[in-house]
């Protein structure tokens, strides 16, 4: 009865396969029946034909997924500046960063200490005048 039971519930056991490149080690389906080695290195020069493909157009990629579908992805952000403009000091992850659009440290980073020369009368102008239209009522008629 043991058999019986085993037999009705067991799985259909298919023969491993051997590597579709034939190195002598067994595959899976779910490596495209290729060993784990195998895997590993196609897997490697796909990412090195990707990054040299996203190196060739630089805005952005899109990649095909297995269902068919096309997803796009961006290149990652350039890393931060780790120096100070005005003293060369190292500020690591402590650097400031200001409006002029550079990385300063500690001592210089108030717009004062290193001679900034973004406009920030100008920036509290304009976002006064977008905050505050302009209203003008109608004139009252006289009798």
């Known amino acids: 009865m043991d058999s019986e039971q085993n037999d009705s519930t067991s799985f259909s056991s298919s023969e491993p396969k051997l590597c579709v490149n034939g190195c002598g080690f067994f595959g899976t389906a779910a490596t495209m029946n290729l060993c784990s080695k195998c895997y590993h290195n196609l897997r490697i020069t796909e990412e090195k034909a990707a990054s040299a493909k996203a190196v060739t157009s630089p805005s952005s990629s899109s990649r095909i997924s297995d269902r068919g579908e096309t997803t796009e992805f961006s290149e990652p952000p350039m890393p931060r500046m780790t120096r100070c403009l005005s003293c060369n000091k190292k500020v690591g992850l402590m650097g400031f960063k200001c409006k002029c659009g550079s990385t300063f440290c500690g001592v210089h980073r108030y717009p004062e200490n290193h001679e900034c020369e973004f ?17 003008k009522a109608e004139k009252v008629e006289r009798m």
């Open 119 to 135: 406009d920030f009368k100008g920036e509290g102008r304009d976002a006064i005048a977008k905050a505050n239209q302009v209203v």
